[in-house]
């Protein structure tokens, strides 16, 4: 009992300790220094304000949420930033519309065919189901996902997120999003779930699709339903008014899932 007292002792001095750390040097309380390090090392934005902490874990890039266990636990390995559904999966992936009688799903129809309608090579097949879904979207609950208006997960070897949130009470501009709009904010969100990264986003370990603009080079793709929406000259407003998958996202789909094994990346 005297050792259990003395180890939560110096368990709390611990924790006292690396708050006064962080602020000292002025990070967000509950942002580490070593998550911070992880999450640049993946190529993501790691300013500390840009960071939506959650009770899940960490939303960088405006909706890209980095489970907290993946970070502790190092399972989020380089390769798997960008890490591609499985072939197989990709021409049948089963998707499951949980949000009730919320506005947000009235269109959910059209954000899975707006995929679908890539066409051309692509053998991307996204399929409404009820039953044993590969992919769940449904209303964030208090604190899941801060002030982002959806959020997902990339996919974990070959296997796409489990999960795509929507904050219910989302608005942009003093607006509330309509069916088409929420249409499209779940077609982004599914497009990350896939494996997609944001087309104004570079790093190390990300795939630069060939023959899309490069934001190395300072190009931009300015229809592409996948921009982060915080991009000054693609921004969220893109998202919002977009007809579909923009001809880039489109390639990029097509070399994600291309009909020729020699000619994708999937696995
Ligand atoms: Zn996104």
Not at 71 to 100: F, M, P, S, W
Not at 120 to 148: F, M
């Amino acid at each position: 009992m005297k050792n259990l007292k003395l180890s939560m002792l110096i368990l709390l001095s611990i924790s006292i300790m690396s708050c006064s750390k962080d602020s000292d040097n002025n990070i967000e309380p509950g942002i580490s220094q070593e998550i911070l390090s992880k999450i640049e090392s993946m190529g993501f934005d790691a300013n500390p304000a840009s960071i939506i902490v959650t009770k899940l874990g960490y939303i960088v890039e405006g909706d890209i949420l980095i489970p907290k266990e993946s970070l502790e636990k190092d399972y989020v390995q380089k390769q798997h930033v960008l890490n591609v559904i499985n072939c197989a999966t990709a021409r049948n992936v089963r998707i499951k519309n949980e949000l009730g009688d919320h506005v947000s799903g009235d269109r959910f129809g059209r954000a899975l065919k707006l995929w679908n309608d890539v066409g051309g090579a692509s053998t991307l097949n996204l399929v409404a189901v009820n039953k044993n879904p590969d992919i769940v979207v449904r209303l964030a609950e208090n604190n899941e996902i801060g002030n982002a208006f959806g959020s997902t997960t990339f996919p974990v070897n070959g296997v796409p997120s489990p999960l795509i949130f929507l904050r219910p009470d989302s608005s942009y501009k003093g607006q509330t999003f309509n069916a088409l709009q929420w249409s499209n904010i779940i077609a982004h969100e599914i497009g990350h779930a896939l494996g997609i990264l944001h087309t104004n986003m570079s790093g190390d370990e990300t795939i630069h699709i060939p023959g899309t603009p490069d934001i190395d080079n300072q190009e931009r793709d300015e229809l592409s339903i996948m921009t982060d929406g915080m991009d000054t000259v693609v921004p969220f407003d893109v998202i919002l008014n977009s007809t579909g998958p923009s001809l880039n996202d489109k390639r990029t789909i097509r070399l994600m899932f291309h009909e020729n094994a020699n000619r994708r990346l999937c696995n």
